[in-house]
């Protein structure tokens, strides 16, 4: 089979000459149109990578390597596949943008109030009824809650459930992972929702609701991937393609599930 060259010369003017930013796309589209994008550039980067190893004849070096040619081309699938997953060499970024004005790895932005995440109760979960001063204490922050709820676009039930099991309305709670404040956000995920005080009451819900809302957004509005990505991290739903099977995650999600049931069926 002939080795496909690539030419690494071109000054880039296909993609130069793509459509106008389309801003008409919904969230769904977009989630698409990303995973097209980093497809389209690890197809690329694995061409590329099989063209800088045709002169050295593979990894092996040897056209007579015994399954050499099988582990080159896993190599490159992984190699590929990896690259585009973080910056990447730029081409998925770069088409992405071109697309629709808006950066690929970008945190989840502020949502208007008008379109919020479709959020409904679980029946197949019990409700589960909250202590009475754990109730108490996180509606001392319904001002925040609220503004979270419409800023974000996050049922603002949903978001006193994480708070009632993240910490029980505890504004000084932490954990052994590190985890500090109301929504129990991390270092990096505060930083990453650009808070600055993860002990200020506000910032902290703010900072919780954004990165929920992301996460629920990524998950197209999926509540226990949204919620088992929010306890365990993104990538071990992904890894498992569903609820991880961690008996701390699946009681989580069954636990904020509970607590949303029962705070909406209030009056």
Known sequence: MKTLELKTSS?????????EINKNLDD????????TARDFESLLTSMMLKSMTSDTKGLSGSE?????DYFDSIFQQQMATQLSKGKGIGIAEMLYKKLTGEDLNAPAEKTDAADPIKIVSDPQIHSVQPSDSSSQRVNNFNNIIDEASKTYGVDKNLIKSVILTESAGNVKA????????????????????GVQNVWDPRENILGGTKYLSGLLR???????LALAAYNAGPGAVDKYNGVP???????????????????????
């Open 218 to 224: 990524q998950y197209n509005g999926n509540v226990k």
């Open 174 to 193: 932490s954990s052994k992972a590190n985890a500090k404040g109301l929504m129990q956000l991390i270092d990096s995920t505060a930083k990453d929702m």
């Open 245 to 267: 099977p961690f008996d701390e995650t699946k009681n989580y999600v069954s636990r904020v599930i509970g607590y949303f049931n029962n705070l909406s069926v209030k009056v």
């Open 64 to 68: 007579d390597s015994y399954g050499g």
């Open 11 to 19: 000054d880039l003017k296909h993609i130069n000459a793509t459509p």
């Open 28 to 35: 769904a589209k977009k989630v698409k149109l990303k995973k």
